[in-house]
């Protein structure tokens, strides 16, 4: 069974920073090229940075140079480094493969930004 259980959320100021975590469980890890998304309300969701098994990282525009996307292999952990966030980047962060699986979607977790 697969399960990818995101962690790390919650409310922060305008400028602040944030870490987010993700373990999966069910799948081979080390062959996935691993992704953060986001759905703000009323928006589609949105991959927002990925990572290939080697370390390889792509951001969309509006995170690049303020969001760090990580992974620990034997630990099939990914992560999600947030500084500088701005209200816009309030949404559910979820993680999953890139391209996403949709068998894979988890909870996700709440990211605020507002004063």
């Known amino acids: 069974q697969v399960q990818l259980v995101e962690s790390g959320g919650g409310l922060v100021q305008p400028g602040g920073s944030l870490t987010l975590s993700c373990v999966a469980s069910?799948?081979?890890?080390?062959?996935?090229?691993m992704g953060w998304y986001r759905q703000a309300p009323g928006k589609q969701r949105e991959l927002v940075a990925s990572?290939?098994?080697?370390?390889?990282?792509n951001y969309a525009a509006s995170v690049k140079g303020r969001f760090t996307i990580s992974r620990d292999n034997a630990k099939n952990t990914v992560y999600l480094q947030m500084n500088s966030l701005k209200p816009e980047d309030t949404a559910i962060y979820y993680c999953?493969?890139?391209?996403?699986?949709?068998?894979?979607w988890g909870q996700g977790t709440q990211v605020t930004v507002s004063s």
């Open positions: 999953n493969a890139a391209p996403s699986n949709p068998r894979y």
């Open positions: 990572s290939t098994t080697d370390g390889t990282t």
């Open positions: 069910g799948i081979r890890f080390t062959i996935y090229r």
